[in-house]
């Protein structure tokens, strides 16, 4: 289980600091958006486990495909959910900051930023969930260590009660992570009332 | 001293605001009053700089209004209070942005009654401390003129009068102009030393009146001088001659 909570805390933590800069340039940087916006389109609607191939072509059987496969799964999520929160900004609360000539950083700082985070947090614990879901199906196939591999060679000798172990880890894993998720929601977004 | 010269505004091929002339000397608070919908908050969009006008100048101590400026803030009707920021907070925005210190944001939040809950969010305050909060936050970025939106529109008629009352003394003691844009004749000859009526779309001010109505503290009072209502029924007739026309222009 620490290998697959491994992996994909790097996966994760690999999608987070692409997609989150890379979404706000899209939503606030019209030309960064009409380059860029076509091609991460049309890469979203391919599932994660379509790149498998090419992730055993491109990194061997091991951490690579697994880390690869959990860091595809949470980007476009990740991405397009902070290009979402930051088109939903009221215009009148970017009106007042304009109002008191508020510096393009202040700006980004204490509006942009927090008015968008509820979005872009949301869109964190959603990547999250698919790259636990990404992990497992990345060892199942390419690799010698994780739940997914422990069940894949649970299956293969029969151990039923190994598989099912296997899958109650990762509902409780996965649970547990979306639980730490909900009170860092609830302690940055006090003033919404987060509760979901 | 802020002036408007033949200001027009057009938007989507429709002419919203047509040859608008004002000249509002410095310290007048004067109200826009004029039906809904009839470009009245366009006009304080384009005093405020949020917008540029499609023919016309508008100068602010003559200087022409190109872009937003802190020294034309503007208050909208449902206060716009950054809701991840506390009372004080959001006042603070205000001070950073002008590069000042921000310790003396409690300072703003007291002139409005208002810093006894200045660490509590926009959502446990209510509709009227919410528009102190606002007030506060404008006048804390020191404008020279402040743009009211239907500021007191969304309050309950219990505490509008109250509110009013207390905001109308707070701006004329900082000597603040103040451009209030209203549909409700009571607030508008409460607040305002002169009153623009607006005509209907393609909006142009008709009528500038000079109300001479003894202001007191509470809005309520002005009903006490006569003088209250025959400017009402001024107003009333010449909104009612307005719709008379443009019925007789459909026909």
Not at chain 2, 147 to 165: K, M, N, T
Request: proline content about 4%; glycine content about 6%; overall charge neutral.
């Amino acid at each position: 289980m620490t290998v697959s909570l491994l992996r994909v805390g790097i996966g994760f933590g690999l999608a987070s600091i692409i997609a989150i800069p890379l979404g706000f340039c899209m939503a606030l940087n019209l030309t960064s958006r009409n380059f860029l916006f076509p091609f991460f389109n049309f890469f979203r609607p391919i599932p994660p486990i379509a790149w498998m191939p090419l992730a055993i072509l491109w990194f061997g059987i091991g951490h690579g495909p697994a880390v690869f496969l959990t860091m595809i799964a949470a980007l476009f999520t990740i991405l397009f959910s902070t290009m979402m929160g930051v088109e939903e900004i009221s215009k009148e609360h970017l009106n007042i900051a304009r109002c008191f000539q508020a510096s393009k950083w202040l700006t980004f700082k204490e509006v942009i930023f927090p008015a968008s985070f509820p979005s872009l947090f949301h869109g964190l614990r959603m990547g999250f969930g698919l790259s636990w879901m990404a992990v497992v199906g990345a060892e199942m196939i390419a690799s010698t260590s994780g739940l997914g591999h422990m069940i894949n060679v649970a299956q293969d000798s029969l151990r039923t009660d190994i598989v099912i172990i296997g899958m109650f880890t990762i509902g409780f894993t996965a649970y547990f992570c979306d639980f730490i998720f909900k009170k860092i929601g609830a302690h940055f977004m006090i003033w919404r009332d987060y509760r979901a | 001293m802020l002036s408007l010269k033949n200001v027009s505004f057009s938007y989507d091929q429709k002419v919203i605001l047509k040859n608008i002339n004002l000249e509002i000397k410095s310290g007048e608070i004067i109200s826009l009053l004029g039906p809904s919908g009839s470009g009245k908050s366009t006009l304080l969009n384009l005093i405020s700089g949020l917008a540029t006008p499609s023919s016309g100048e508008i100068f602010h101590n003559d200087i022409q209004v190109l872009a937003p400026s802190h020294s034309r803030v503007i208050i909208f009707q449902d206060h716009q209070l950054f809701p991840w920021k506390t009372a004080i907070e959001n006042i603070e925005f205000a001070l950073k942005a002008q590069n000042k210190i921000t310790n003396t944001a409690i300072n703003f939040l007291a002139m409005v009654k208002m810093q006894d809950f200045a660490h509590l969010y926009p959502h446990q305050l209510s509709g009227g401390m919410k528009q102190r909060v606002g007030i506060a936050r404008a006048i804390a970025a020191d404008p020279d003129i402040l743009l009211l939106d239907e500021p007191f529109a969304s309050l309950d008629p219990f505490i509008r009068h109250e509110i009013a009352g207390e905001i109308m003394s707070l701006v004329k003691e900082l000597k603040k102009t103040v451009i209030l844009v209203t549909h409700n004749i009571e607030e508008a000859l409460f607040v305002g030393e002169k009153v623009c009526l607006f005509s209907t779309r393609p909006a142009t001010i008709l009528e500038e009146m000079k109300i001479e109505i003894k202001k007191t503290k509470h809005l309520i009072d002005i009903k006490k001088d006569p003088r209250y209502f025959e400017y009402e029924s001024y107003i009333y007739k010449y909104f009612s001659s307005l719709k008379d026309l443009k019925r007789e222009e459909s026909l």
